[in-house]
């Protein structure tokens, strides 16, 4: 079956700029990531949904990022006001996780590679 | 803490040669772990995972981890290594403290080389 997919695949912007990513999970899985990959950091947890619901956004870096999910489907990761340190590659992933869970594997996308200017 | 430390930058290893990849954590509670391999321009895929029961854990493309709680090591293992195994390894662990669900903790990454 399909695999979790992001758009754009690459997106260069200015600074300053507002920029959405987007996220499409698998079908059926519940729960979704958004992790972010740059040079300095290693891989850094973002942010989690359960359905529609956002109980951890405890790795949002600022108050510029910030994300949504609708019909427990589609996923929007919003930076406004771009800088220099948010370009990374941002990655989302989705699994089967209920409440009671917590150890099922996730199933990550291609990724975006945001370079801000 | 919970955290993950992958305390070699990169593996160098010939085709036909076994490979380890090292991987330690810390953790309060069970350990939940996680391997996940990145090829170049692509996200992460799942390797294995460790969640209970036996110490060696069988997973994708022929890869193993062997779990040693004494030791809080998780290291990959592959008998015979391919050039095509040549990627970006993360040993992850779950960060159980926020509830029931998988926000991972990643270690820094291991970049593995398969010379022919």
């Known amino acids: 079956g399909a695999g979790v997919s992001q758009s754009p695949s690459n997106k260069v912007t200015e600074k300053g700029k507002d920029v959405e990513l987007r996220c499409d999970p698998i079908?059926?899985?519940?729960?979704l990531y958004w992790y972010r990959q740059s040079l300095g950091q290693g891989l850094e947890f973002l942010i989690y949904?359960?359905?529609?619901?956002?109980?951890?956004k405890s790795g949002l870096p600022s108050d510029r990022f910030s994300a949504e999910r609708t019909g427990g489907s589609v996923s929007t990761l919003t930076i406004q006001r771009t800088q220099q340190e948010d370009s990374a590659v941002y990655l989302c992933?989705?699994?089967?996780?209920?409440?009671?869970?917590?150890?099922?594997?996730?199933?990550f996308g291609p990724g975006t590679r945001l370079t801000v200017l | 803490a919970q955290s993950v430390a992958q305390p070699e930058d990169q593996v160098n290893v010939a085709e036909g040669n076994p490979l380890t990849v090292k991987c330690t954590y810390s953790?309060?509670?069970?350990?939940?772990l996680f391997w996940y391999v990145q090829y170049p321009n692509r996200g992460l895929q799942f390797l294995l995972k460790?969640?209970?029961?036996?110490?060696l854990v069988k997973g994708s493309y022929g890869f193993e981890a062997e779990f040693n709680k004494s030791q809080t090591s998780f290291h990959l293992k592959k008998p015979s290594a391919l050039v095509s195994d040549s990627a970006l390894y993360f040993c992850?662990?779950?960060?159980?403290?926020?509830?029931?669900?998988?926000?991972?903790?990643f270690g820094a990454g291991t970049r593995l080389a398969v010379h022919p």
């Open positions: 992933a989705s699994s089967l996780e209920g409440l009671a869970g917590g150890y099922n594997e996730q199933f």
């Open positions: 079908s059926g899985h519940t729960a």
């Open positions: 949904f359960q359905g529609n619901s956002a109980p951890d």
């Open positions: 953790v309060s509670g069970n350990p939940y």
């Open positions: 460790y969640i209970t029961g036996d110490n």
């Open positions: 992850a662990v779950r960060d159980g403290r926020g509830g029931g669900y998988n926000k991972l903790i």
